[in-house]
């Protein structure tokens, strides 16, 4: 079965500054998708960053960027020069292609809150 | 715009009503998606659907049904029978089923059962 954790539930950071986020992870397969979303107050659900578990280099899209770690199946998410807007829940999923069903589901952690000081 | 829409944002119901939430998606995708979200928690899978007229139950679909007569749509009905329905619903979609493709969400409708 999958899991993820998420093992912070709040991070405070001063503005400007870097944030790690943790995540780890466990499946039995070796083909799985990582994804990290925001949620702001509104609620939607933002997509941020996706790894794949065969991509050979660490993702990256602008401030964000997945520290993946595949031997220790962890998936840490990095926000460089933190924002106010920053602030926000953030949680890491994974999806698996679903074996033996073949029905490929997304499951989340439960969320790591990070508030951005001025 | 291509996106994703829910209707409405904020729904209230008595008890022992059904209610249908909308989930409406304009970019083509083949795959849709029911979340349930409590505060605190992260988000649980209700029902999914990998193609029109196919679907399959989640995590916890009790006391919930769905329908996907057209690729666009895939709305979400919240029974009677589900003993505790005030939730946060998120709608989602992907391109298709694969493990690769990223889920899009819709912006959420709050559910509260008087």
Redesign the interface.
């Known amino acids: 079965a999958q899991k993820i954790t998420q093992t912070q539930p709040g991070m405070f950071v001063q503005e400007k500054e870097a944030v790690t986020l943790d995540c780890t992870y466990d499946t039995s397969d070796p083909s799985y998708g990582l994804f990290w979303y925001k949620q702001p107050s509104s609620g939607e659900m933002i997509f941020l960053i996706y790894q794949g578990s065969y991509d050979q280099q660490n993702a990256t899209e602008g401030r964000y960027s997945l520290n993946f770690q595949k031997a220790r199946k962890s998936a840490n998410l990095v926000i460089s020069a933190s924002q106010l807007g920053d602030s926000a829940m953030y949680f890491c999923a994974m999806r698996d292609p679903g074996r033996p069903s073949g029905y490929s589901t997304l499951t989340f952690g439960k969320g790591t809150m990070l508030l951005v000081s001025p | 715009d291509g996106g994703i829409t829910q209707s409405p944002k904020y729904l209230f119901r008595k008890e022992g009503q059904n209610v249908t939430l909308s989930c409406e998606q304009n970019l083509n995708h083949d795959a849709m ?1 029911w979340y349930r979200q409590d505060p ?6 209700i029902y ?1 659907s ?1 193609i029109v007229n196919d679907f ?1 139950k ?1 995590d916890i679909a009790e006391g919930y049904s769905v329908s996907r007569e057209k690729k666009e749509s895939f709305p979400l009905t919240v029974t009677s029978a589900q003993k505790n329905p005030t939730a ?1 619903y ?1 709608c ?1 979609s992907s391109r298709t ?12 409708t ?1 559910l509260t059962v008087l």
């Open positions: 998606y605190g928690q992260g988000l649980r899978l999914y990998q399959q989640g946060f998120l989602a089923a694969s493990s690769t493709d990223t889920q899009y969400f819709g912006p959420g709050r």
